[in-house]
């Protein structure tokens, strides 16, 4: 009789793989799955384990810690275990803090200084709403002077799968259902039920990949006037988030604002920050 071997459909995750699987996420990108997470996490790879034609998740562990060519697989990891909800213009009231209180202040505090610059990052933009939201609120600012300024904005995610839909700049009805109809208008290129950001909009922004466990490379991330790390700080443990949102502090320029998402908080994190309360929503401000 021949041996039977359980397809991945059928394959269950062991506590003690799990703690294995969860400790080595934790240790390549910061990202942390508590004991509650088990079930989430199994499902969340399942699909890895058909994509390598694997049995059970001890040789997927065991692939991903020992095999020299799972680098790439490193990569597949992180798109299964992050989640690419987002759209434009999201939570309208601290997009409302950031276009019409904080923007003008920085931009002022830069030509002042005359030094007409201005350098943004949305870390952690998903498949880009977030950055080319941005961006639309900068040109809608600066309209026709847009040109007498150095603007980037840089959009990193740890998902290259997110960050391939971003460089496609190509979304649905439902990802701008917040977007005004006059700013549909005039930053997205119509084509049945699917809408391409205009040029003007995404030379703007440039992406890139990026692990936030990679504390050498986030160090470089300095000199910004403001930061949109969004619905991030929910994938880490205490200790992550007190080491990364000290890194954000240190990637900001003195007077540069921080917006974290609506849900969370820097209590206990961080006290470097002083709290800033716009109408309906919060932002972070290092002084």
Not at 240 to 264: C, M, T
């Amino acid at each position: 009789m021949s041996e039977f071997k359980p397809s991945a459909g059928t394959a269950q995750m062991t506590d003690d793989t799990f703690r294995l699987l969860r400790d080595f996420i934790y240790e390549h990108s910061g990202i942390y799955f508590s004991d509650t997470k088990k079930s989430q996490l199994e499902n969340r790879l399942i699909l890895r384990l058909r994509a390598n034609n694997l049995s059970d998740y001890d040789k997927y562990y065991y692939m991903l810690k020992y095999d020299p060519q799972a680098a790439k697989e490193l990569r597949s990891l992180f798109d299964s275990v992050t989640t690419n909800e987002t759209s434009f213009f999201r939570s309208p009231p601290q997009i409302q803090a950031f276009q019409e209180k904080a923007l003008p202040e920085l931009m002022l505090n830069r030509e002042n200084m005359g030094e007409k610059t201005l350098r943004l990052w949305s870390a952690g933009c998903s498949t880009g709403d977030e950055p080319y939201t941005m961006a639309i609120i900068v040109k809608e600012l600066l309209q026709e002077n847009l040109c007498d300024w150095d603007v980037k904005i840089f959009a990193s995610d740890i998902s290259e799968k997110a960050l391939r839909s971003a460089r496609a700049a190509t979304y649905n009805e439902y990802t701008l259902r917040s977007v005004p109809p006059e700013i549909k208008k005039k930053y997205f290129i119509s084509n049945g039920t699917q809408y391409k950001i205009t040029d003007e909009i995404r030379m703007l922004v440039e992406l890139q990949y990026l692990n936030f466990n990679d504390d050498k490379r986030v160090r470089l991330m300095r000199g910004f006037d403001a930061i949109f790390c969004r619905n991030v700080l929910i994938y880490f443990d205490d200790t992550a988030k007190k080491r990364f949102v000290s890194q954000l502090y240190d990637n900001l320029n003195p007077g540069g604002y921080l917006f974290i998402g609506h849900s969370e908080s820097l209590h206990n994190i961080s006290r470097a920050f002083k709290l800033v309360h716009f109408p309906g929503a919060l932002g972070y401000k290092k002084e």
